[in-house]
T-cell receptor, first 112, second 113 residues
């Protein structure tokens, strides 16, 4: 079982709709959870991090964490064509060591 | 100017050649990382360094070595390049807090023929 799993997609969402990206992780001791966005051929850039159960909102983005289910998601409201990218989920699995373990990413396409 | 820079940005080399990828940062971060990215495999950690005197192997360190010349510089070497090391390589830095953001360089696209 991979430590961090994501559906590779592609996920196609109409412009203006809500895009929902999901990630599961295997280490129950995981402490911090990150969502990175990566445009093709570019470097990953941080969108959000979350470490407490529940929702965290930042503009059009909402991260949701459920530690009991070992599940973290990213919602993108009012999706725009510029949101088309690969979204990487990353988890700090070993508190005190602060190494990020990345999922393989979900490719999102927003259809105008 | 970019906070994390990588040189070269693109490199084509031949099997068996030694090659060095360099990373420099102006963010003042202690922690630096080297990742490789292959299509469909996500980012895999090669080596990481929490300070100048601390070097640690990541998931896929075989065939690679690193040098932390200063707080701001972290180099990755392929002693004898092989074709399956063809990939996109990223350097990243972080402050080293419990909840931490990693900042990535622009990447080096390496092709080994």
């Amino acid at each position: 079982q991979k430590e961090v799993e994501q559906n590779s997609g592609p996920l196609s969402v109409p412009e203006g709709a809500i895009a929902s990206l999901n990630c599961t992780y295997s280490d129950r001791g995981s402490q911090s959870f990150f969502w990175y966005r990566q445009y093709s051929g570019k470097s990953p850039e941080l969108i959000m991090f979350i470490y407490s159960n529940g929702d965290k909102e930042d503009g059009r983005f909402t991260a949701q964490l459920n530690k009991a289910s070992q599940y973290v998601s990213l919602l993108i409201r009012d999706s725009q064509p510029s949101d088309s990218a690969t979204y990487l989920c990353a988890v700090v699995s070993n508190f005190g060591n602060e190494k990020l373990t990345f999922g393989t990413g979900t490719r999102l396409t927003i259809i105008p | 100017d970019a906070d994390v820079t990588q040189t070269p940005r693109n490199r084509i080399t031949k099997t068996g050649k030694r090659i060095m990828l360099e990373c420099s940062q102006t963010k003042g971060h202690d922690r630096m990382y080297w990742y490789r990215q292959d299509p469909g495999l996500g980012l895999q950690l090669i080596y990481y360094s929490f300070d100048v005197k601390d070097i640690n192997k990541g998931e896929i360190s075989d065939g690679y070595s690193v040098s932390r010349q200063a707080q701001a510089k972290f180099s990755l070497s392929l002693e004898s390049a092989i074709p399956n090391q063809t990939a996109l390589y990223f350097c990243a830095t972080s402050e080293g807090l419990a909840i931490d953001t990693q900042y990535f360089g622009p990447g080096t696209r390496l092709t080994v023929l």
